[in-house]
């Protein structure tokens, strides 16, 4: 029996990275697994490969900054299951780097539009659902960035501190009501959001800043949040967790 036993888990932005790596490690505990995201060939793809090693997993379509798309895809999620137990609001973008004052209004809009307030749409429409139910589990995905400034990343950066605060206000909002809410926030991990990195930065990183001298993987992210969201971290809520190989330290 895996940790998350017949447990209904959706995982936002699920089409490729830490999303697609959290779907899978949820899925090998017993959960089944509603695989979202806006890139549909990609998010079956990861569907397939669920299916493959024996899990359960469903392909939605969505757009977490449409508002009407959220309510709709989590509704229909708890409708049809009977259940939304667990939740990963992952779904992002990086962005172009850029010093704050040659950040185009558009892109700033953009970078909310997913990152914060496509994260906000998400809780709302969860903790609806999981009220109904008694309660459930929530990851919210931040970053490094949300605890730190990011030169050329001021947009992103506070997206990511937005997250973190959001997930402690939930978490104290609604742990009496059993549920319970945490983020993770990792450093410089091997998925397409480093590709709008300058790869000056990333050498940077891992041979200054990081201790561990390389590269955080998908999985190591995924198997934190598959922690934060079963019964060994029971009383962990409203707690933003570092991912980063020694960054901070």
Not at 104 to 110: V, Y
Not at 125 to 130: H, L, S, T
Not at 171 to 178: F, H, I, R, W
Not at 209 to 224: H, S
């Amino acid at each position: 029996m895996g940790k998350l036993e017949n447990k209904v888990a959706l995982v936002t932005g699920a089409a490729t990275g830490i999303g697609r790596a959290t779907a899978i490690a949820l899925a090998k505990e017993g959960a089944k697994v509603m695989v979202t995201d806006i890139n549909e060939k990609e998010g079956l793809e990861t569907v397939n490969r669920i299916e493959k090693d024996g899990g359960k997993a469903k392909f939605l379509h969505l757009d977490v900054s449409k508002k009407e798309q959220v309510d709709a895809v989590v509704m229909e999620i708890f409708t049809t299951e009977g259940s939304l137990d667990l939740a990963v609001n992952n779904a992002g973008i990086g962005g172009v780097p850029n010093a704050l004052h040659e950040v185009k209004f558009e892109n700033w809009e953009k970078m909310m539009n997913i990152n914060l307030t496509g994260v906000f749409l998400c809780l709302q429409a969860e903790i609806k659902c999981m009220l109904q139910k008694g309660g459930g589990r929530i990851v919210n995905v931040a970053s490094l960035a949300g605890l730190n400034g990011m030169p050329g990343g001021s947009s992103y950066s506070a997206a990511k501190h937005g997250v973190i605060g959001l997930t402690k206000s939930v978490a104290v909002e609604y742990g009496k009501l059993n549920i319970r809410t945490n983020a993770v926030c990792p450093g410089f991990i091997q998925t397409p959001i480093l590709d709008g990195v300058p790869q000056s930065m990333l050498d940077n990183s891992t041979n200054t800043r990081v201790p561990m001298k390389r590269i955080g993987q998908p999985e190591e992210v995924a198997k934190a949040i598959v922690w934060l969201l079963s019964e060994d971290s029971t009383y962990v809520n409203g707690h933003p967790l570092l991912i980063d190989g020694g960054f901070m330290a």
